[in-house]
């Protein structure tokens, strides 16, 4: 997993050439709207997605984690299915109806029966590298994906694939200090429960760090926002509990009144919690900034695995209900 972890920054730029390649047919109809199916590794790409786009492009981007698609989806739909195998079962769902409504359809993944599908098709699709262990170790090449599909229907121009550049180079700069960093805060909470805070913006980052707390790191995690957990969460905290870790994700992009609610919010859980610490973006700009946090959190887990003596690529348990549903 440190392997796959360590090559995140070159896959970046792998990514970028991939798509730079990739044919992408303008739809006929035109595009109102987007929706992308995918689940876990092969989901959370499009989460960072509508958070990037969110200031420039036209039209909404939804994402959606199950088997059904809502109604709006239509041929005025860019619908893009995205499974690192190419055979989840909810995204092969939400792929079919797709179909069914006439949407303009791109297919993301490495092999299986998207790819498959796609081809007898004759849909869009971007055959990603095959043959990783995890795909959650492919974030770099969907999110990328996605924003080439983008830029290649006209709904964003090129600055955003221009910051994923920066960002690739920046972590590269930045791995050592960001390894050493995550190896500190892996000693400090790798037998608490993570709680993840951070703004909405960063929602993204929160989700995916809990998610390879998950998968590599084999624990229990959550995460909330800010502001949002201001109304409802904070009243939570009212026992003192040394079992729980509070991480607050900051950003130099917090508005005044994010930072202030959140410096209060620290004082609040600072009174329960067993700890409280601050891991603070680097970068220029969102893009960076959202991915210096992957980077630092993937090694994070990774290092977590190690603490907790457990193997960070091993997800039996994922193998197991995936083969006993395929037997039903
Ligand atoms: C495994 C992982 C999982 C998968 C998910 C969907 O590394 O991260 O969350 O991504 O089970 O499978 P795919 O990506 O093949 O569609």
């Given at each position: 997993?440190?392997k796959l972890i360590a090559g995140f920054p070159a896959q970046l730029i792998e990514a970028l050439e991939i798509g730079a390649a990739a044919?992408?047919?303008?739809?006929?109809?035109?595009?109102?709207?987007?929706?992308?199916?995918?689940?876990?590794?092969?989901?959370?790409g499009?989460?960072f997605v509508?958070?990037f786009?969110?200031?420039?492009?036209?039209?909404?981007?939804?994402?959606?984690?199950?088997?059904?698609?809502?109604?709006?989806?239509?041929?005025?739909?860019?619908?893009?299915?995205?499974?690192?195998?190419?055979?989840?079962?909810?995204?092969?769902?939400?792929?079919?109806?797709?179909?069914?409504?006439?949407?303009?359809?791109?297919?993301l993944?490495?092999?299986?029966?998207?790819?498959?599908?796609?081809?007898?098709?004759?849909?869009?699709?971007i055959q990603l590298p095959?043959?990783s262990?995890?795909?959650?170790a492919c974030l770099g090449y969907s999110l990328v994906q996605q924003l080439w599909?983008?830029n290649?229907?006209?709904?964003?121009?090129s600055s955003l694939l221009d910051q994923i550049r920066g960002a690739s180079d920046f972590l590269t700069k930045h791995q050592?200090?960001i390894?050493?960093?995550?190896?500190?805060?892996?000693?400090?909470?790798?037998?608490?429960?993570?709680?993840?805070?951070?703004?909405?913006?960063?929602?993204?980052?929160?989700?995916?760090?809990?998610?390879?707390?998950?998968?590599?790191?084999?624990?229990?995690?959550?995460?909330?926002?800010?502001?949002?957990?201001?109304?409802?969460?904070?009243?939570?905290?009212?026992?003192?509990?040394?079992?729980?870790?509070?991480?607050?994700?900051?950003?130099?992009?917090?508005?005044?009144?994010?930072?202030?609610?959140?410096?209060?919010?620290?004082?609040?859980?600072?009174?329960?919690?067993?700890?409280?610490?601050?891991?603070?973006?680097?970068g220029?700009n969102?893009v960076e900034?959202s991915l210096y946090?992957v980077h630092?959190?993937d090694?994070?887990?990774?290092?977590?695995?190690?603490?907790?003596?457990?193997?960070?690529?091993?997800?039996?348990?994922?193998?197991?209900?995936?083969?006993?549903?395929?037997?039903?």
């Open positions: 997993m440190k044919n992408i047919r303008k739809s006929e109809k035109p595009i109102h709207k987007a929706y992308v199916a995918g689940m876990g590794g092969s989901g959370i499009a989460d509508a958070s786009i969110r200031d420039e492009s036209p039209i909404p981007y939804h994402t959606g984690k199950g088997y059904d698609i809502p109604a709006w989806v239509d041929e005025n739909t860019l619908a893009i299915a995205s499974s690192y195998s190419g055979n989840t079962e909810e995204t092969l769902s939400a792929f079919q109806q797709f179909q069914e409504r006439g949407a303009k359809i791109v297919c993944a490495s092999a299986g029966k998207l790819v498959e599908s796609a081809k007898a098709n004759g849909l869009d699709y095959a043959g262990p995890s795909p959650r599909i983008l290649k229907l006209g709904i964003i121009g050592e200090s390894q050493e960093r995550a190896k500190q805060i892996a000693a400090l909470i790798h037998d608490r429960v993570p709680i993840i805070y951070t703004l909405d913006r960063f929602e993204p980052v929160a989700v995916r760090m809990r998610q390879q707390f998950n998968e590599n790191g084999k624990m229990l995690c959550w995460h909330h926002v800010i502001p949002e957990m201001n109304h409802n969460e904070l009243v939570g905290w009212r026992e003192e509990d040394s079992r729980l870790a509070v991480l607050f994700l900051r950003s130099s992009l917090e508005s005044h009144r994010n930072q202030t609610r959140t410096e209060i919010t620290k004082e609040v859980v600072g009174n329960f919690a067993g700890s409280v610490l601050e891991i603070q973006a680097k220029d969102l900034q946090l630092l959190a090694w994070l887990s990774a290092y977590l695995a190690d603490e907790r003596g457990f193997d960070a690529i091993e997800i039996k348990v994922i193998d197991f209900l995936k083969e006993s549903l395929a037997r039903q």
